[in-house]
């Protein structure tokens, strides 16, 4: 079984950074892709930065030139550098990988419980 763990969500300031870390651990053979979606009460689950092996990264609009994500393929986490935030940057930021348990498996696809970023004065 593969687990995702999240850390590093809280309350920030319009303009503040905020930094995510994700950690998945348990049977892994191989990690083919690992992002961040997020959700906003009323709002769909929306993709907001993945990093896929051997891909170009891709990040959401309303993003773009604000958070970077990066990734530690020896330790298997993943990390998403918020910067300059925004009130509408508000949701549950969930963990999502995509990862073969073995040689012989399909991938699959991973989530984590989600931790929750506030951005208010």
């Known amino acids: 079984q593969v687990q995702l763990v999240e850390s590093g969500g809280g309350t920030a300031q319009p303009g503040g950074s905020l930094r995510l870390s994700c950690t998945a651990s348990?049977?892994?053979?191989?990690?083919?892709?690992m992002g961040w979606y997020r959700q906003s009460p009323g709002n769909e689950r929306e993709l907001v930065a993945n990093?896929?092996?051997?891909?170009?990264?891709f990040y959401a609009d309303p993003v773009k030139g604000r958070f970077t994500i990066s990734i530690d393929r020896s330790k298997n986490a993943v990390f998403l550098q918020m910067n300059n935030l925004e009130p509408e940057d508000t949701a549950t930021y969930y963990c999502?990988?995509?990862?073969?348990?073995?040689?012989?498996?399909?991938?699959?696809?991973?989530w984590g419980r989600g931790t929750q970023v506030i951005v208010s004065s």
């Open positions: 990093i896929p092996t051997g891909g170009l990264t």
């Open positions: 348990g049977k892994i053979y191989d990690i083919a892709a």
């Open positions: 999502h990988a995509r990862i073969s348990p073995s040689v012989l498996s399909m991938t699959n696809t991973y």
